[in-house]
């Protein structure tokens, strides 16, 4: 069964930098885009970033364009996503995301929390 599992969110300091990870098992992983989406208190789910099926197309929300890097592992079944100059207003839980025959799947999601 598909399980994506998130890792490496917390609390940094307006300004800093966090690196999330996503580890992917049961299903092909290099054969299948990826995405992080995040979730603020009381807001809808938001896109984030997607990145190809072999790392070579990337796409960004506008608001964390030149801040966001999303990156894959394929040997790894691990997606990252690079997080820098964090802004209070990236405040969320952040998931990973798979679209595989048409069905979405998450996993249980990272907290980050930018406060000083």
């Known amino acids: 069964q598909v399980q994506l599992v998130e890792s490496g969110g917390g609390l940094v300091q307006p300004g800093g930098s966090l690196r999330l990870s996503c580890a992917a098992s049961g299903f092909t992983f290099s054969s299948y885009a990826m995405s992080w989406y995040r979730q603020a208190p009381g807001k809808e789910r938001e896109l984030v970033a997607t990145i190809s099926s072999t790392g070579g197309v990337t796409t960004y929300v506008d608001s964390v364009k030149g801040r966001f890097t999303i990156s894959r592992d394929n040997a790894k079944n691990t997606v990252y996503l690079q997080m820098n100059s964090l802004k209070p207003e990236d405040t969320a839980m952040y998931y990973c995301?798979?679209?595989?025959?048409?069905?979405?799947?998450w996993g249980q999601g990272t907290q980050v929390t930018v406060s000083s």
């Open positions: 995301n798979l679209v595989r025959l048409g069905l979405p799947y």
